[in-house]
């Protein structure tokens, strides 16, 4: 069992920039490929950004790719999302998730991850 819990959502100004935190309970964090989701209102969740188990690897949303950064502390339970030059568009509720998946194909399906935390809302003004 993982617990997962984001922080570091808010409100931004278009172009700003936010780091989000996942913090997970547990002592098998370094087990699990980590992933970012997002929901906007009215729309499915959407894959975001995910990373490896030993940080090797990372793979990211077209929408995203050169704006945010995900990354890992093995050590501190914790991934991050640097999120960068943000726009409206990005505004939704961000989910991180724990997968034992190692087919890399499946990191942005949500049906690969067993674990999810409540989310945290990030909100972009124009």
């Known amino acids: 069992q993982v617990q997962l819990v984001e922080s570091g959502g808010g409100l931004v100004q278009a172009g700003g920039s936010l780091k989000l935190s996942c913090a997970a309970s547990?002592?098998?964090?370094?087990?699990?490929?980590m992933g970012w989701f997002r929901q906007a209102p009215g729309k499915d969740r959407e894959f975001v950004a995910a990373?490896?188990?030993?940080?090797?690897?990372?793979y990211y949303a077209d929408s995203v790719k050169g704006r945010f950064t995900i990354s890992r502390d093995n050590a501190k339970n914790t991934v991050f999302l640097q999120m960068n030059s943000l726009k409206p568009g990005d505004t939704a509720v961000y989910y991180c998730?724990?997968?034992?998946?190692?087919?890399?194909?499946?990191?942005?399906?949500?049906?690969?991850?067993?674990?999810w935390g409540q989310g945290t809302q990030v909100t972009v003004s124009s």
């Open positions: 998730a724990a997968s034992i998946s190692q087919y890399t194909s499946t990191w942005s399906q949500g049906r690969a991850y067993s674990f």
């Open positions: 547990g002592r098998t964090f370094s087990s699990y490929n």
């Open positions: 990373i490896s188990r030993s940080s090797g690897s990372t």
